[in-house]
């Protein structure tokens, strides 16, 4: 355990199987850097000390990309995202976790800076994240210490009988904001096909709009 009374990390979540990808996404490229990368420099820009959710079997390429230390191994007997959450949680029982998914590459910092902006206004809650048509998103989200206490209490006590983030947040007092703005912020890229659908989407709207303004 390490001393982070107070203090807020940010976590990027690389520990998922990318069984419909095919490949590790955290290690895909975007703009010449890595997936996991990408995702890290936005929670630095908001001046926030990084890690990386990781599952064991990834140790060994991802101490090739980053720093040991900044690697947070899969310790919980869980599957998904809540074993990246409950185990940073274990190395850092005292901080506050502004968690993002590796795949979630087209969020802007701006709508991060807002979810930094209403922690600071609103103090006491368990989660701070957004939400559409009454969904919300929980892999873009602010976890304080108390809520992640938690869900571990839970974990520890069989309480977890699925492995959904959703279902498994469901009690805890959260801060919800509008997701308003681009439609692309919150889109996940699970598969090759997704990637090439939208890609093809970016060109067909950059192409309308120089015709429409030639």
């Known amino acids: ?5 107070h203090t807020l ?20 490229f975007k703009d010449g850097c890595t997936w996991a990368k990408h995702m890290s420099d936005r929670l ?8 990386f ?10 101490r090739q990309l980053f720093s040991s230390e900044t690697l947070v191994i899969d ?11 409950l185990s940073a949680h274990q190395r850092f029982p005292k ?18 800076q807002r979810l930094l902006d209403i922690r600071r ?3 006491g809650a368990d989660v701070y994240l957004y939400a559409k048509n009454e969904q ?7 976890y304080t210490a108390s809520g992640l206490q938690k869900l571990f209490l839970d974990y520890q006590h069989g309480y977890l009988t699925g492995f959904s983030v959703k279902r498994a947040i469901k009690n805890l007092c959260a801060v919800k904001l509008p997701a308003s703005g681009n439609a692309k912020d919150f889109r996940n890229y699970n598969t090759p096909d997704s990637i090439r659908k939208w890609q093809k989407t970016e060109i067909k709207s950059t192409a309308s709009i120089t015709i429409y303004y030639n």
């Open 75 to 85: 310790q919980v007997d869980v599957k998904g995202p809540l074993a990246g959450l």
């Open 44 to 51: 630095e820009s908001l001046g926030l000390e990084t890690y």
């Open 53 to 62: 959710s990781i599952n064991p079997l990834q140790q060994s390429t991802y």
């Open 136 to 142: 919300i998103e929980p892999l873009c989200a602010i």
């Open 9 to 28: 990390l940010g976590l990027v979540l690389c520990g998922g199987k990318s069984s419909r990808m095919g490949t590790d996404k955290g290690q895909l």
């Open 121 to 123: 206004q609103i103090v």
């Open 95 to 112: 901080a506050d976790f502004f968690v993002l998914p590796c795949d979630m590459i087209d969020m802007e910092t701006s709508l991060l």
């Open 1 to 5: 355990m390490e001393n982070t009374a």
